[in-house]
T-cell receptor, first 117, second 113 residues
Framework: GAVVSQHPSRVICKSGTSVKIECRSL??????MFWYRQFPKQSLMLMAT?????????EQGVEKDKFLINHASLTLSTLTVTSAHPEDSSFYIC?????????????FGPGTRLTVL | GENVEQHPSTLSVQEGDSAVIKCTYS??????FPWYKQELGKGPQLIID?????GEKKDQRIAVTLNKTAKHFSLHITETQPEDSAVYFC????????????FGSGTRLSIRP
């Protein structure tokens, strides 16, 4: 149980285009989902916290207009990188929390490798 | 802000020997300390966690210890095997559904055959 998927696993796009990454909790409903970014040989850096039906909370220094987060249902959150540039190339990882007093563990997705040319 | 420091950044041990990774945290309200294993190109996988009401937890070859007074916690892997080679991250959090996890900087563990 507690499986989180991400799609796509890899994406290559041209500079200036937008890319959408999906995060799904497959066998549980997630009250909260988190989005992280990881550069090579570095740790995971939290970008934003997403709660179903409400606006995401962004970490300091993360542009909310560039990284659009939508948490439309209890099993799906999406991250859209708008007007992507080469410096946005990174490994994007989501996590999902069942919550509701049942399980507050964060379960991580397999990550999405974004390369912006 | 909250911070988690992790040492060493790289660790190489002979197969069969033990490996120890140490972390310290700054937020005294942290009460949940997970450890993650990340293999190349994959997301982090939770391997063990400990809560602040417990000083030690063991799961087969893996054990974690927690010293709340000193704000230290450690991961111990015994009888290391080649498949243990990966990057390990410690983390600290205030356990609730909306709480952030603060990650350490990671330890790249290599097991020498």
């Amino acid at each position: 149980g507690a499986v989180v998927s991400q799609h796509p696993s890899r994406v290559i796009c041209k500079s200036g285009t937008s890319v959408k990454i999906e995060c799904r909790s497959l066998d549980f409903q997630a009250t909260t989902m988190f989005w992280y970014r990881q550069f090579p040989k570095q740790s995971l850096m939290l970008m934003a916290t997403s709660n179903e039906g409400s606006k995401a909370t962004y970490e300091q220094g993360v542009e909310k207009d560039k990284f659009l987060i939508n948490h439309a249902s209890l099993t799906l959150s999406t991250l859209t990188v708008t007007s992507a540039h080469p410096e946005d190339s990174s490994f994007y990882i989501c996590s999902a929390v069942p919550g509701l007093g049942v399980d507050d563990t964060q379960y991580f997705g397999p990550g999405t490798r974004l390369t912006v040319l | 802000g909250e911070n988690v420091e992790q040492h060493p950044s790289t660790l190489s041990v002979q197969e069969g020997d033990s490996a120890v990774i140490k972390c310290t945290y700054s937020d005294s309200a942290s009460n949940y300390f997970p450890w993650y294993k990340q293999e190349l190109g994959k997301g982090p996988q939770l391997i063990i966690d400990i809560r602040s009401n417990v000083g030690e937890k063991k799961d087969q070859r893996i054990a974690v210890t927690l010293n709340k007074t000193a704000k230290h916690f450690s991961l111990h892997i015994t009888e290391t095997q080649p498949e243990d080679s990966a990057v390990y991250f410690c983390a600290a959090s205030r356990l609730s559904s909306a709480s952030k996890i603060i990650f350490g900087s990671g330890t790249r563990l290599s097991i020498r055959p």
